[in-house]
T-cell receptor, first 117, second 115 residues
Framework: ETGVTQTPRHLVMGMTNKKSLKCEQH?????MYWYKQSAKKPLELMFV???????ENNSVPSRFSPECPNSSHLFLHLHTLQPEDSALYLC????????????????FGPGTRLLVL | AQKITQTQPGMFVQEKEAVTLDCTYD???????LFWYKQPSSGEMIFLIY??????QNATEGRYSLNFQKARKSANLVISASQLGDSAMYFC????????????FGTGTSLTVIP
């Protein structure tokens, strides 16, 4: 496996279900991200982890719970979601360097298409 | 205020022609980076090109070039010799030195290449 992988690729769940999205990066990066992509809206950054520590939480509802057990794996635990949470959830990683201009790009996984019924 | 603005929801281009996708940005940070990504219908975001705020020359990567006009705060993507495989969504993004890992994305432009 190379790059950034995400499973599952598609997920349909009811509002009372609990599910988890998984992301794995094989690039040796030290930062990982969760984004939500809805139609006709900019990508919304949800969570950022640097060296397994959460550094950003952009006012995400508590029904989304991230977990980063190590620098290669990132999970997004879902429970009691709403239909408006239906979207494409993208995981990304980057190698962040200390100091200097931020020029490191992010590498994205293929995403999980989530439908909440 | 939006950090990244892409005003073209959809664009069409004839195969083998060049096309320009617009992007304007808003920042007061003197140190920032601008990125363009391509997203095919499969969903994966693919990094195309990067331009740093202090770079003196416009970035180029193969058929992609970035028309960077700092005073106007614009960073338009130019795709030369369009191919059918270029049909996709294109996103402009920015990160600032002061806001660390925060990437700001535009709403994207859907490009369709016509044979």
């Amino acid at each position: 496996e190379t790059g950034v992988t995400q499973t599952p690729r598609h997920l349909v769940m009811g509002m009372t279900n609990k599910k988890s999205l998984k992301c794995e990066q094989h690039l040796g990066h030290n930062a990982m991200y969760w984004y939500k992509q809805s139609a006709k809206k900019p990508l919304e950054l949800m969570f950022v982890y640097n060296f397994k520590e959460q550094t950003e939480n952009n006012s995400v509802p508590s029904r989304f719970s991230p977990e980063c057990p190590n620098s290669s794996h990132l999970f997004l635990h879902l429970h009691t979601l709403q239909p408006e949470d239906s979207a494409l959830y993208l995981c990304a990683s980057s190698q962040e360097l200390a100091g200097g201009p931020k020029k490191e790009t992010q590498y994205f996984g293929p995403g999980t298409r989530l439908l909440v019924l | 205020a939006q950090k990244i603005t892409q005003t073209q929801p959809g664009m069409f281009v004839q195969e083998k022609e060049a096309v320009t996708l617009d992007c304007t940005y808003d920042t007061s940070d003197p140190s920032y980076g601008l990125f363009w990504y391509k997203q095919p219908s499969s969903g994966e975001m693919i990094f195309l090109i990067y331009q740093g705020s202090y770079d003196q020359q416009n970035a180029t990567e193969g058929r992609y070039s970035l028309n960077f006009q700092k005073a106007r705060k614009s960073a338009n993507l130019v795709i030369s010799a369009s191919q059918l495989g270029d049909s996709a969504m294109y996103f402009c993004a920015m990160r600032e030195a002061t806001t660390g890992n925060q990437f700001y994305f535009g709403t994207g432009t859907s490009l369709t290449v016509i044979p």
